[in-house]
């Protein structure tokens, strides 16, 4: 069975940095893209980033370019995002999701969810 | 900042159907894949339809997806109690550098 564990969220006061994990178990980790994925509060889902399976390509979202960096660790099984500079509207659940495909991009989907873990930026 | 359109919710009574839409433009569901993802009330999102039509294994042929043009629908038939969910259409957007989109999401009512 696929199970991905978020973790790392936490209050947070603006500009300053956090960094979320991701642990992944159940699934070859290391033949998946992966992706985060978060939702405000009360709002739709909004998709932030996604990695190749060999980390060779990233993708980000306008709304996070040049503050979010995202990395994996095939051997522990693991997908981060260091979230640097953050700001109000940045307060979210974040979801760590699993790609059907080691690439991302055009045919990707999410055939797996964590169940998040909350980030909230205020003073 | 949604790029796809979807009504703010579709209701319905126990055994109906209803239609979920979900419009885009030529840069994401005009060139690419589809997917839809139900959200229960308090929990994470589950994959529901991909790649315009197909079905996961475990989701009941209640629910089809599907596509034309720029646009994609979402069909929930004998709509049940427990299909009371919000809804999200999804597509690659070859805009800018690339990116996933998300529709603004429908919450689907049973009367």
């Known amino acids: 069975e696929v199970q991905l564990v978020e973790s790392g969220g936490a209050l947070v006061q603006p500009g300053r940095s956090l960094r979320l994990s991701c642990a992944a178990s159940g699934f070859t980790f290391d033949e998946y893209a992966m992706h985060w994925v978060r939702q405000a509060p009360g709002k739709g889902l909004e998709w932030v980033s996604g990695i190749n399976w060999n980390s060779n390509n990233r993708g980000y979202a306008d709304s996070v370019k040049g503050r979010f960096t995202i990395s994996r660790d095939n051997t522990k099984k693991s997908l981060y995002l260091q979230l640097n500079s953050l700001r109000a509207d940045d307060t979210a659940l974040y979801y760590c999701?699993?790609?059907?495909?080691?690439?991302f991009g055009s045919g990707s989907y999410y055939d797996s969810w964590g169940q998040g873990t909350l980030v909230t930026v205020s003073s | 900042q949604s790029v796809l359109t979807q009504p703010p919710s579709a209701s319905g009574t126990p055994g109906q159907t209803v239609t979920i839409s979900c419009s885009g433009s030529n840069s994401n569901i005009g060139s690419n894949t589809v997917n839809w993802y139900q959200q229960l009330p308090g929990t994470a999102p589950k994959l529901l339809i991909h790649?315009?039509?197909q079905r996961p294994s475990g989701v009941p042929d209640r629910f089809s997806g599907s596509k034309s043009g720029t646009s994609a629908s979402l069909a929930i038939s004998g709509l049940q109690s427990d299909d009371e969910a919000d809804y999200y259409c999804?597509?690659?957007?070859?805009?800018?550098?690339?990116?996933?989109?998300f529709g603004t999401g429908t919450k689907v009512i049973v009367l």
């Open positions: 999804a597509a690659w957007d070859d805009s800018l550098n690339g990116r996933d989109v």
């Open positions: 790649t315009n039509h």
């Open positions: 999701a699993k790609d059907q495909g080691d690439y």
